[in-house]
């Protein structure tokens, strides 16, 4: 499909292939900057986080009810529930993998992650 931009210039809309950028974009840049010289160049103040891996999501969700039928069926199950929220275990050794919160509109809320000492988790909240 072709659409016209407001300089009249036609822009091609191809299906969404997973990636925001074009592959050849990303490696005209390759060979300019390894990854030693980036970390050398990059801010000296700024101090790593050790991300373990990710805990669970969170995601709101306009009916509750709807989205708990739909993980049930698809093999979580609840382990805990309030008027706002809702807890879905899978398969793994979490506790549970998905949280839905009650909105007024379908959206995501954001990733939790478990990172590796105390004191990384709280350099971040000094962030």
Do not use: C
Not at 8 to 35: R, Y
Not at 83 to 89: L, N
């Amino acid at each position: 499909m072709e659409v016209m931009a407001k300089a009249e210039v036609p822009i091609t809309i191809s299906h969404n292939t997973g990636a925001s950028v074009p592959a050849e974009k990303v490696f005209e840049f390759a060979d300019q900057m390894n990854q030693n010289e980036w970390k050398h160049n990059s801010d000296p103040k700024v101090e790593k986080i050790k991300i373990v891996r990710l805990s669970h999501m969170r995601y709101g969700h306009s009916n509750i009810d709807e989205i708990t039928n739909f993980m049930i069926d698809f093999g979580m199950t609840v382990v805990h529930k309030t008027s706002k929220k809702v807890w879905f275990a899978g398969y793994g050794p979490d506790q549970y993998v998905y949280v839905a919160e009650k909105t007024e509109a379908n959206k995501y809320l954001g990733g939790v992650f478990l990172v590796e000492t105390q004191e990384d988790l709280e350099r971040y909240v000094g962030l």
